[in-house]
Each structure stands twice: as structure tokens, then as C-alpha cells.
């Protein structure tokens, strides 16, 4: 006989309040899930130039207790303005590095992305049963996937979730405006750009507050109190060293047709390198033939302006999985619920429904100790980056046996975070904004291989050697220029060098 077997009625009953304390809700499995999934492939969340960059600035601020608010990286651009919008999540990537190196970045990265699950998930249970929630949670994270790097805006990603959960939740429950949230606008703006979303959702709120105004409250008090706070979330938003730049630092990018033709993450997706966006427009569809659910106009209209968005670029697809649920939520949630109910019961589904509660502090300290559990191999065996696509280790190590580093680089862009982290002088990085849209276009034109802009653009910039990557166009083209021979190559990166690179100096 067993000991519990072997106890009084009174004991059992402690032990199965016991157990039952421990049982997880539906917010903590999911945050679970998305942590082991992201640390199965640590590497691929370093698979970005930019965090090389990101962390080289947070190390510069730190190191000086300034923001480089004219360019300390770069010589083409040495002392232009430039607005450093993401100064605070760089800061904290940076202090990550100094304290526990990759591994850390990696491990600060795959929690975000966890707790903005859990959040998202939270917010879904209120208005959706628990295989939606699944459902819409396990598309929302393949769409954001592709963009779960170490840069800043995964920060962001929990506070995005949270503010629109909370302006959708406000609106279903026809309560005041959040005004609690403007602190964390605050933060946001200081974080990173994508801000701006947050304020135009505030904008979108209003709207729909005026024209469908909560029971018992006429449009004119809605325009009131909604006003004030898109007006507050405007002026949070302003918050940041940066002023008015910083605020307008989104439209510029968008402002700049190079940057769009250029990076994939600004293009329009390849449904066959990105599944899940088409599965989710499917089911959007699908979702409006079967249910019979109708949408608020404004809901119905902001749908189709994420879908557009994600269409558009590929970098909007987090957007449509976070946001496009919480707004269709409450309209498709019961309808999906009822039609569920019809169904027969079963075990399962049941202790599906027992999840939705929130689980208790012993449940949530058992799920942190199994995050945390599943983190310790990471902190134990520390990721040392290797030589790569964005990493060209040897090659930069050979251009400084050969005295090259004291020259001027003409390099892929793709290197240009790796150079400026390794104390390198970049002809061009990630920072594509301060570069500006003409610079941008005679590179990306250089880069393709056109003989005339090369080897213009090396002239006018007195480059001395080249580091490029060996399939891009410059890369082929630049040993027929006249006094460049190539010196090192190898699969990630060749470097070319001025035969008379001695009157540049």
C-alpha cells in the first residue's frame, strides 16, 4: 500500500489541495512553450547585424554617460546627427553583454518573447474558450518568429501586447481611458520607434469611441475623455532626449523608397518562406464564412490595415499576431464558444477549461523554476560567436595582420554592426536613417556591382580596402578596377586593397 493510501481522509485532502495549487494555467504553458522553442536554436536569435551595433552604442553610452547624438561610428557620416530612438533598450543590452555575454542577450530575448505569450494569451482567455486562445497564440508566435532577434524592439514586445489589450479591454468594458498606461509610453518611446503604433492605436480608439460610444455616455463625452488621453499618450510619447526627432523618426524611414527595395524585412513576404502569414489570412477568412460572427466596422477596418501592413512588409506580420486577435476577440470569441459547447464534452477538455484560471503563486514559482532550469545549459556552456555571414572574425583578423585597420573599409552592410562592435570605422551599417535615402541608393547601386558608382564611391571616400561578402555584386566587381587587387577570401568574406592606397593617407 502506498502512503497516500495509507492516510487519513484529512491528509489526502491536503495533499490534493496540494497538487492542485501546482497546476499551471494556460498563460504559464504557453510562456513555457515559447522559452524552450526559442532556447532549441539560441543561435538564431544572434542572426542579426544590428545587435552588433545595438550593443556597440549601449557600450559607448554607458562608457561616456552621453547619447552619441552626433555619429562616433562611422567616417562617411563621422559627426552627422544622428537620433539614437533606441538609446535605452541599447543600454540595457549592453549592460546584458557586460554581465553575462551572449548567452545572456539570448536568454533576455527568448524571456520577452515568453511573457508577451503569457500576456497575450491572459488577455484572449477573457473573451475566447482555451483551444482559440491555443490557436491564436500558436499563430501569433510564427508570425512574430522571423523577428525574434537580439535588437530592441523585442523589449517592446510585452509592452505592445499589454497597451492594446488594455485599450481593447477598456473599450469592451465601456470604462474610462487607461491614463495608468502612460507611464509605460513613456518607457516604450524611450525603447524603441515602433511607439508610434501605440499612439495611433490610442488615435484608432478614439475614433471608435466617438462613433459607437459606450452604453449610457453620449459621443461628446467620449471625444472628451478619449481625446485627453490620445493627447497624454502624444505628449508620453515625447518623453525622450530626443524631442520632436524622435517622434518623427518612424516617418522618415518610411519615407525612404531605397530602405524598401533594398532589406528584405522592409519587403512584401514570400509566401513560401513564410507559411504562417497565408495560414493566418486563411483562417481570417474561413474564420468569417463558418462563425457567422459580424465585426465592428472600426475592427473589421483595422483587420484588414494589419493584414495590409503585414502584406506590405514583412517586419508588420508581429502586428497582425498580436493585435488582429485581442481586437477580434471579443466579437469571434463567444460565437467560437458556443458552437464549441454544442460538442461533446470530454476529460479533456475540461481540464483545458481548469487552466483558464489564474494559476496560483506556487504554480507560477514552479514554472519559473522549470524556465529557469531549461536556461541553465546556456549559462553553463556561454555562446562564443564564430565566424559567420554577419561575423567575418578571420577575415577581419587578417586584414589586421596586414595593417589595414588604420585605412577606410568600403564593407557589405551586413558587416557593418561587427565592424563598428569591433572598434572598426564603418563606410555603412544598420543605422539607415542617419545614411538617409541618396546615400543608400548610390551604395545599394555599388553594391550590385555597377562599375561607374563603385568606383566613384570608393574615390570620393578615399577607401583604402574592401570587406565584402563574396556573392554580393561590388564583391566581383571591384578586382577590375583599376589599382585594387584581392588579398583574403574565404566563404563568409574577401578583402580587396588600393594598390596606391598611399596617396589617401
Known sequence: MTDHALASPREVGAIDSCWRRL???????????????????????????????????????????????????????????????????????????????WSGLVLLTAACFALTMAILARFLLRRAEPFSVLIMTILAAALAQGHVLVRPHILTFPLLVLWSGELFATREEGSRPPFSLLPLMIVWANLHGGFMFGVALAGFVLIEAVLFPASGRSRFDEAKRWGLFVL???????????????????????????????????????????????????????????TGARLQPMRLLLVLGLSHMALQSVRNAELLGFVAPLAVA?????????????????????????LCAPASRAAVALAVLVMAGASLPLLLHPIERKDGRQTPAKALAAARRMGLLSGRVFNSEAFGGYLIFEGVPSFIDGRIEMYGNSFLARYMKAQSGDAATLGALLDRYHVTWALLAPTQGAAMRIESLDGWRRVYGDADAVIDVRTDARRFR
Open 330 to 354: 471579443p466579437h469571434l470569441g463567444p460565437k467560437i464558444a458556443d458552437l464549441i459547447r454544442e460538442l461533446p464534452t470530454s476529460s479533456f477538455s475540461r481540464y483545458a477549461a481548469r
Open 23 to 101: 497546476i499551471p494555467s494556460w498563460p504559464l504553458v504557453v510562456a513555457v512553450a515559447a522559452l524552450a522553442r526559442l532556447l532549441a536554436q539560441p543561435q538564431a536569435l544572434l542572426n542579426d547585424p544590428d545587435t552588433y551595433l545595438h550593443v556597440a552604442a549601449g557600450r559607448w553610452m554607458i562608457s561616456h554617460i552621453a547619447l552619441p547624438v552626433h555619429d562616433p561610428f562611422s567616417y562617411t557620416m563621422a559627426g552627422a546627427s544622428w537620433v539614437p530612438h533606441e538609446w535605452l533598450a541599447e543600454i540595457v543590452l549592453a549592460a546584458i553583454y557586460n554581465i553575462a555575454g
Open 232 to 290: 497624454l499618450t502624444a505628449g508620453a510619447g515625447l518623453m525622450t532626449p530626443n524631442g520632436v526627432a524622435g517622434f518623427l523618426q518612424p516617418f522618415r524611414l518610411l519615407a525612404m523608397p531605397a530602405l524598401k527595395s533594398s532589406f528584405v524585412e522592409w519587403q512584401s513576404p514570400d509566401f513560401q518562406h513564410f507559411p504562417a502569414l497565408e495560414a493566418c489570412l486563411l483562417g481570417l477568412i474561413a474564420l468569417g464564412f463558418t
